[in-house]
């Protein structure tokens, strides 16, 4: 499992795509979960949890030594933050 990991491609696109789409499909997990079950209905910080995931990821890619994937992560964290914090302004109005 790790040659599969590590045998990706040093590339800012490639780490942008790991970076939206890992948290793209934990958060569609977290929204059924917020709109199906009582308990959670507010519980927003499931959608923050998402975003962290890429924390783990920026930590492998920079400690594999693929910069330019970690730096896609980087900026695919910066844009999942900037969407949650739309969403946020938007529940408001």
Request: proline share 1%.
């Amino acid at each position: 499992m790790a040659k599969i990991f590590y045998s990706i491609k040093n590339h800012v696109l490639v780490g942008l795509g790991i970076g939206l789409i890992s948290p793209g499909i934990l958060a569609c997990i977290a929204w059924y979960l917020m709109h199906h079950t009582t308990a959670l209905k507010k519980a927003d910080l499931l959608l923050i949890g998402c975003v962290a995931v890429n924390l783990l990821w920026m930590n492998y890619f920079f400690k594999v030594n693929k910069e330019n994937a970690g730096r896609g992560v980087v900026s695919a964290t910066f844009i999942c933050a900037f969407v949650f914090f739309f969403y946020k302004i938007m529940q408001e109005v």
